[in-house]
């Protein structure tokens, strides 16, 4: 594969695909093509968990079936992984050492999962979830194991924890904080959202500190058979799931010289340092702008296809909600929570911990600020608009 095309992507997650998908609405002629180093078409990752009870929902889960590519005139490179970027000769370098040279370039090349240096943490049966390939793994070994540990109680070891659950293995997540979406909910939200988990069957335990993970015997590829915690207490495990978040996969950028931080730096146009390549999605950050969403990588991909294709679109930083469905309950959270300690907030709150409700509405100096709701969400719209007049 030695090629030209006039905007070349590199990753085929939401953001890259969303560019060609822009790409190709700003310009019907230019070609496109989108590199991905998976072997999956490219699918919904926020929803590969439902694979790990359900294997069989694989393919619902693509974001578009081939014909979709080949009728906008994408190309799509499956299991090809870019090596090398070479802005001065406008060319990347791909793994079976081929080239392809561009016009522009958009590095959209996501998150890996970041895995903590605890002892034992390369043990078998240890491991992380953000491909295609992770779930049909985790689904694998599951078949026949009774036990899980999840570390971390985010939006992904959460959705992960509540489909082992439904598989009927005994799950325990493990948060260091001293409560579930500390930094998402108050106080009250977090135990009605606490006592929802664990109607749904799943141990939680808050401030805890996994310090080693143990195998059979000592040696290191013995299989995981437990955890050993701070406090010395130890829950047995046949799996541990770590998801203690995300590291941006931004090295290629880095090397190519590219201006990187903890993320590959860009305008709001999603430009990076250098003038013909973009950059958008998870391991993008526009002005210190990044939240590791969805909704965030589709807007910014969108932005830097169009931009790639000879257009001039802004990405609008503003803060998106946080929005969690799982557990059997929702979580919609924007704007300033309104901490019971801040006098200066005026509060509507109103809590059922039977139907495991909970709505607060945040006003400061008269003007509405900002919301939680856990369960009931339907009037999350609703208070979205009224934010954003104010
Ligand atoms: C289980 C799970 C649940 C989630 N739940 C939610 C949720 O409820 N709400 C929410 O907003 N977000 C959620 N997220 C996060 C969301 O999925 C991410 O924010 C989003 O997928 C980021 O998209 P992206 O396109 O920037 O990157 P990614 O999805 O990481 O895609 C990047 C792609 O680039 C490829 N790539 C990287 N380097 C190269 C290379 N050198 N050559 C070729 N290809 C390369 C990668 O293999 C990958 O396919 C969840 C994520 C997971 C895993």
């Given at each position: ?180 979406l500390?930094n998402q909910l108050d106080?009250a939200g977090?135990?009605i959202f ?97 939240f590791?969403l969805?909704s ?20 609008e930083?503003s803060t998106p909600p946080y929005v969690l469905n799982?557990?059997?309950t929702k979580v919609a959270v924007l704007g300033e929570q309104g901490m ?5 907030y005026e509060l509507d709150v109103l809590m059922d911990?039977?139907s495991g409700n909970y709505r607060k509405l945040v006003y400061r100096e008269g003007v509405f600020r900002g919301f939680i709701l856990v369960g009931d969400t339907h009037e999350f719209s609703k208070l979205q608009k009224e934010i954003k007049k104010t």
């Amino acid at each position: 594969m030695d090629e030209h095309y006039n905007v070349v992507i590199i990753g085929g997650g939401i953001a890259g695909v969303t560019a060609a998908e822009a790409a190709r609405s700003q310009n019907s002629e230019i070609s496109i093509c989108i590199i991905s180093q998976e072997t999956y078409l490219p699918y919904y990752r926020l929803r590969i968990c439902e694979v790990i009870d359900n294997p069989s929902v694989k393919d619902s889960l693509l974001l578009h079936p081939e014909e979709w590519y080949q009728e906008r005139n994408i190309h799509i490179y499956l299991n090809k992984t870019v090596f090398g970027v070479a802005p001065d000769n406008n060319e990347i370098t791909l793994s079976d050492n081929s080239r392809v040279s561009y016009d522009s370039l958009i590095v959209a090349s996501g998150s890996i999962s970041f895995v903590p240096p605890i002892q034992g943490i390369g043990r078998p049966g240890v491991h992380t979830l953000w491909t295609m390939a992770d779930a049909l793994e985790v689904e694998a070994i599951l078949r026949d194991k009774k036990k899980v540990v999840v570390i971390g109680g985010g939006l992904l070891g959460l959705e992960a924890g509540y489909h082992f659950s439904r598989m009927g293995i005994a799950t325990t997540i493990v948060e260091k904080m001293p409560r579930l979406l500390s930094n998402q909910l108050d106080e009250a939200g977090s135990e009605i959202f606490m006592r929802r988990v664990r109607s749904c069957g799943v141990n939680v335990i808050t401030s805890g500190d996994i310090v080693s993970i143990k195998g059979a015997d000592e040696s290191d590829d013995s299989p995981v058979t437990s955890v050993l915690l701070a406090d010395g207490s130890a829950l047995e495990a046949d799996l541990v799931l770590v998801s203690i978040g995300v590291r941006a996969n931004s090295e290629l950028a880095r090397l190519a010289g590219i201006s990187v931080e903890k993320r590959i730096k860009t305008d709001n146009h999603m430009r990076t340092s250098i003038p013909n390549i973009f950059s958008a999605g998870d391991v993008a950050e526009p002005k210190n702008f990044w939240f590791g969403l969805w909704s965030v990588s589709r807007a910014q991909g969108r932005v830097a296809g169009i931009n790639a294709a000879g257009g001039d679109e802004v990405f609008e930083l503003s803060t998106p909600p946080y929005v969690l469905n799982t557990m059997d309950t929702k979580v919609a959270v924007l704007g300033e929570q309104g901490m019971l300690s801040e006098p200066q907030y005026e509060l509507d709150v109103l809590m059922d911990t039977n139907s495991g409700n909970y709505r607060k509405l945040v006003y400061r100096e008269g003007v509405f600020r900002g919301f939680i709701l856990v369960g009931d969400t339907h009037e999350f719209s609703k208070l979205q608009k009224e934010i954003k007049k104010t």
